[in-house]
């Protein structure tokens, strides 16, 4: 399998969805629209909706009835972005070699596009009750799982520990915590739901949430390391932005040999984690492996 | 029937369960669960909620049933005075007479707080599910709809058409399309989706819709009245706001007799909606009558 190719062509597949999820309508609030839309198509690798759908995949699913719950989760990641980015938050100015939201539109439209897109997240997600006919405690499950993702007890808490680790020396332990509410809750579940609504067993899901732990976390070691290691062209930002900003990362606590071993130990685990799932997890093994020799 | 004791009787209950649904407790991001409560707890009146227990009651419904959909409506309107009162939106230091969420802690928790109070709704509604067993596709619908009228469509639209009339001339139609899209919306998805729970009819539903679409407007225009008639000390704010910001408001547009005249209309046109529906439907007639005499 050509991973590649296949990123490509599920890229394509969620983008289109998003598109006709969140068109350009001109209506009275336009320019709200066009901010949400800015951010959501500024670039993004759609790592969670890929993930989503290929867990769907896994379970012997149709990837394409996952994709409400893909989208849904490419919305609430977007509208994190433009809410850490803020003045307030991380106060950046560029996001994927472009002007942050608030630096294009203004600080009150970026605001609102966050606020919208979160909305539009669960709006997308409760409309896609038809196509789940039948089977609309699934889609509740996911409703729950994917809020409790985002919320206070995740994605939202994570952001706040972030900003309270500021400046201050942080443990391996705290750093973990961060991590796994900042991005890990939500990576988590896009694996978990795109096996609930692809029709997994339970032992299956329960499979797949593990993986999305492990992989998680596999994430952000690579993703510290990349910051270390990586290149600014290829990167869409500059490297060695977190020691300028002495934010806590894996290399710098653990040192950079011992973070590219456990990066490797994680990813190892994650694979184990799919191997009774057979053939149809192939592309969360190469998605999974990619990650070690990632350059952006 | 006694209103007060009514409305007192029913905020009792509303804060019972939010309090239920957002507990205190200690956990690793407990700053902006303190956050979330701080501003939950500051003193609201509850319309939202105790609208939609009177929607379901109206059509033979439990009260108790459409508590957790009552209660999501008062996360949503909540997150949104947070956000609307940053220094990025309408810039407030008091709300209520007590300090605004990032005037009490900071902007970025309070940020984080509307965040998290906005996906907590969601969590409240899908998490109910067990609730509503055999009765999902009804949830779901009161999902879509809550979300819809938050949204960019709604609330979310009418905060940045508000943003964008500041400091300019705006007609009487566009006056009405910021206010149905920034208050109208939640406060007409309220009463239709306590019908929608409380097991109504479509006929009752749609009744009850209208009702709220009536109602929401004469809200708003005794508001603007209430700024430019009321007391501080009975408003916990001071009046004459509107006019210091040089905001648009009905008693303007229209002068003070013409906007007392029209909120009566609309009132009378909101209890015609509730004639079908009989003695269930005092507890709505006495809340829109209210409309015409508070002060607060």
């Not at 989208?71 to 938050?89: Q, V």
């Amino acid at each position: 399998m050509d991973l590649k190719a296949y990123l490509a062509e599920r890229r394509g597949l969620v983008n289109r969805a998003l598109e006709a999820y969140l068109p350009q309508v001109r209506g009275p609030a336009f320019r709200v629209v066009q901010a949400m839309h800015y951010s959501l198509f500024a670039g993004g690798k759609r790592l969670r909706p890929i993930l989503c759908l290929a867990a769907a995949e896994a379970v012997g699913g149709d990837p394409n009835e996952a994709l409400p719950v893909a989208c849904a989760l490419e919305l609430i990641h977007t509208y994190s972005l433009i809410h850490d980015d803020l003045p307030a938050m991380d106060d950046d100015d560029l996001r994927r070699g472009q002007p942050t939201c608030h630096k294009q539109f203004d600080e009150a439209t970026a605001i609102l596009a966050g606020d919208g897109l979160l909305t539009e997240a669960f709006r997308t997600l409760a409309a896609a009750s038809s196509r789940y006919e039948g089977r609309e405690a699934a889609l509740l499950e996911v409703i729950d799982l994917i809020a409790a993702a985002a919320g206070y007890e995740g994605m939202v808490g994570g952001q706040m520990l972030d900003l309270l680790a500021e400046g201050r020396k942080v443990t391996l332990r705290e750093l973990e915590t961060i991590h796994r509410l900042k991005t890990g809750a939500l990576l988590t579940a896009a694996l978990r739901c795109g096996a609930l609504i692809g029709g997994g067993t339970r032992a299956q899901v329960a499979l797949l949430t593990s993986y999305g732990e492990k992989f998680g976390l596999a994430f952000q070691v690579t993703d510290d390391l990349l910051d270390v290691e990586g290149e600014a062209a290829e990167m869409g930002k500059a490297p060695g932005m977190d020691e300028k900003r002495q934010k806590a990362t894996y290399p710098a606590l653990l040192g950079l040999e011992a973070a590219k071993e456990w990066a490797k130990r994680l990813v190892e685990a994650a694979l184990a984690e799919l191997e009774p799932l057979g053939e149809k997890a192939e592309p969360l093994a190469q998605i999974a492996r990619y990650l070690l020799v990632r350059r952006s």
